[in-house]
Nanobody, 127 residues
């Protein structure tokens, strides 16, 4: 099973930027999907962004144009660059990983398709 460790969460003022990282280890598949999710107090967990091994990406509407998901050349770490942060972006951010032979599986499925989850990193955006 893959292990995921998030980092980079912090307190930032509205309009600021943060870069989250998710280090992955214990690869078992050649093709996979990495996703970022977030959950605010009293709210349900929601998807933020996803990236497939092929490099294809997808984003939830609230973060389009502001967040960018990427991976390093070795594909051992995924990043979430967050710009123009808003108070409503405040949440615990989780990275997740699942097998995905195709990009359609990666971008079209729900969180139940991700079998491994990190412990989360707190992002707080002040007004």
């Amino acid at each position: 099973e893959v292990q995921l460790v998030e980092s980079g969460g912090d307190l930032v003022q509205s309009g600021g930027s943060l870069r989250l990282s998710c280090a992955a280890s214990g690869y078992t598949y050649s093709y996979y999907c990495m996703g970022w999710f977030r959950q605010a107090p009293g709210k349900e967990r929601e998807g933020v962004a996803r990236i497939h091994t092929s490099g294809s990406t997808s984003y939830a509407d609230p973060v389009k144009g502001r967040f960018t998901i990427s991976q390093d050349n070795a594909k051992t770490t995924v990043y979430l660059q967050m710009n123009s942060l808003r108070p409503e972006d405040s949440a615990v951010y989780y990275c997740a990983r699942g097998q995905a032979l195709t990009s359609d599986w990666c971008h079209g499925g729900g969180p139940e398709r991700f079998g491994t989850w990190g412990r989360g990193t707190q992002v707080t955006v002040s007004s």
